[in-house]
Structures are given as structure tokens and as C-alpha cells.
């Protein structure tokens, strides 16, 4: 499973933050800055984006002053979003569940649009967990399966109808979009991601709903 996500993500990559902004009408960056300030002060300070993808939060840690570390298993989305960072910046090239890092080496973690991707999501946030310092948050931003049945109904009809054809004209990789909508649909809801990063041992975990729900940040915390 993780083999085909990462060839799927490799092969959608030079056209990646061109749909982003189109599927998103351009919130997801306003959703990448709320992100990063969840973190709190992170100047100067060692921080991780896990699923860096093409490096959008990267890019806003890094202008935010951190120290930025990015990790993802496309090597392909890293190489498309390496002039967006300082020259320099790690990118290392990791499986989310299983990270070349150190315990207790990051201030602060991130991990955008990511989390639904892993085959064991639980996995993906006790590693994020274990590199974190004491004191650290990890910031998850998602899109999780809305408890609201209205929500829900947006959702699904926009997965299911504008995301696989809008994607698949841009990307010419419907089934790359299919997929990703699919994901969404069967994804956690955010109470239950905040449920499983307490279990993952985060001792603080609080979730906040980013424009109207369609997209949500859970914050986790390791107590000082
Ligand atoms: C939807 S993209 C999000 C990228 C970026 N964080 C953003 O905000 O646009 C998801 C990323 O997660 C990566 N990914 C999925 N599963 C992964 C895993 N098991 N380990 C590392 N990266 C993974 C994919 O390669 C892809 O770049």
C-alpha cells in the first residue's frame, strides 16, 4: 500500500501546488499559516514537517525563523518544492511511520495533509511523538470526516464529483485523485484523531475547525 501511495504521489508532483490552490480556491495557504502558528514561538528553534510534500509549510516554519527539517517518502514532491526553502535545508527522504531521527530532537512538529495517507495513522503520530522534545507540539492540518451531517454532504459531493475531475483534467491522474478524495471520505473524524494522539502518549491534545470545518488543525502537546 505505502509503495503505490508513494509512486501516486511521485507521479502527481509536478502539478501538485497548481491544484492545491485551484481545488482550494487558495484557503489551504491561510490554512498553512494557522498551522504553523499553532506551533507557538518557534524561532530559532529545531522543527520537523513530516509528509513535507512540496514544502508549503516548510517554507512558512523556516519564514516563521525555525530551523526546518523536512522529511516525506516522495522523493519527487521534495525535489519540486526544494526552491521554495533555504538553500541547504535537510530534506531527508523517510517513511512517516518510521523516522531517521533521534528522541526528543524537535521543538515543534507539523504534519499537513498527511495523516490520512499513512496505512497506520496511530503509528505515524507515536513517531512524530517520540522525536518531540518536551514542551514540543506536533500540529496535525487535515481533512477529516466532518460529524456534521450537512458538512458531510458538502464534502462527499465534492470529493466524489469536482476533486476527481478537476484533478484528474490538471494532473491527467484521475485515479490519483479518486483516491485522494476516498481517503478523505473514509478518514477519521477529528475527535478521533485527537483520541488517538492521546493514545500515541501526547499528555495535551485540542483540535480547532478551520473555515467552517471543511478543514481542521489537532494540536498535540508534550508536557514540559
Ligand atoms: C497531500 S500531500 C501533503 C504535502 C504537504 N504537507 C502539503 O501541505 O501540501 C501528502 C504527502 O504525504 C506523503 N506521504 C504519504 N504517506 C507517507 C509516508 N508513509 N511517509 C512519508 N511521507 C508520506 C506523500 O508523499 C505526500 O507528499
Known amino acids: 500500500m505505502s509503495a503505490a501511495i508513494n509512486r501516486m504521489f511521485d507521479h502527481i508532483a509536478p502539478t501538485y501546488d497548481a491544484l492545491n490552490r485551484v481545488l482550494s480556491l487558495g484557503i489551504d495557504q491561510a490554512w498553512r499559516k494557522r498551522a504553523v502558528a499553532a506551533l507557538g514561538p518557534i524561532a530559532g528553534r ?3 514537517d513530516v509528509c513535507a510534500g512540496t514544502l508549503d509549510l516548510a517554507r512558512l516554519a523556516q519564514q516563521a525563523g525555525a530551523e526546518v527539517t523536512a522529511s516525506d517518502f516522495a522523493q519527487a514532491m521534495l525535489d519540486r518544492g526544494r526552491a521554495k526553502v533555504a538553500p541547504g535545508t535537510e530534506l531527508v527522504r523517510a517513511d512517516a511511520m518510521h523516522l531517521p531521527f ?40 487535515d481533512f477529516f470526516r466532518p460529524r456534521r451531517a450537512v458538512t458531510r454532504a458538502v464534502q462527499l459531493l465534492y470529493n466524489r464529483r469536482v476533486l476527481p475531475w478537476v484533478g484528474g483534467l490538471v494532473s491527467g ?29 501526547f499528555d495535551r491534545v485540542w483540535g480547532e475547525d478551520l473555515t467552517a470545518g471543511i478543514s481542521a488543525l489537532v494540536i498535540c502537546e508534550v508536557k514540559p
Do not use: H, K
Open 46 to 48: 529545531r522543527v520537523l
Open 102 to 141: 533521534a528522541d526528543g530532537s524537535f521543538a515543534g512538529a507539523l504534519n499537513g495533509f498527511g495523516l490520512r495517507n499513512l496505512d497506520d495513522p496511530l503509528a505515524g503520530l507515536r513517531e512524530a511523538r517520540r522525536v518531540l522534545a518536551p514542551g514540543a507540539r506536533l500540529v496535525v492540518l
Open 173 to 201: 491522474d484521475r485515479d490519483a485523485y479518486r483516491y485522494l478524495a476516498a481517503s478523505i471520505d473514509r478518514f477519521a473524524t477529528r475527535q478521533e484523531v485527537e483520541a488517538m494522539a492521546r493514545a500515541a502518549g
